[in-house]
């Protein structure tokens, strides 16, 4: 892995699917003060429970050029 430091304030997050995986990296971005928005059909638990405990904006659709 390589670590990138990244200044997210107040930057828009695109994290596209919902799986475990993608879970995973959205719970590190929780921690930074962005605007986060989940792309994907379907999700798993864990990324149920990160949208419902952070008030992330969840699409419930496959990904296209309109949500980059």
Same mark, same amino acid.
């Given at each position: =892995?390589? #670590?990138?430091?990244?200044?997210?304030?107040?930057?828009?997050?695109?994290?596209?699917?919902?799986?475990?995986?993608?879970?995973?990296?959205?719970?590190?971005?929780? =921690?930074? #003060?962005?605007?986060?928005?989940?792309?994907?059909?379907d999700i798993c638990d864990e990324m149920a429970n990160l949208i419902?405990?952070?008030?992330?904006?969840?699409?419930?659709?496959?990904?296209?050029?309109?949500?980059?």
């Amino acid at each position: =892995m390589l #670590p990138v430091h990244l200044d997210l304030t107040n930057k828009h997050v695109l994290i596209a699917g919902g799986g475990r995986i993608a879970a995973r990296r959205t719970s590190a971005l929780c =921690m930074e #003060p962005c605007n986060i928005t989940i792309v994907s059909p379907d999700i798993c638990d864990e990324m149920a429970n990160l949208i419902e405990t952070y008030q992330l904006i969840w699409k419930k659709k496959k990904v296209d050029a309109e949500d980059v």
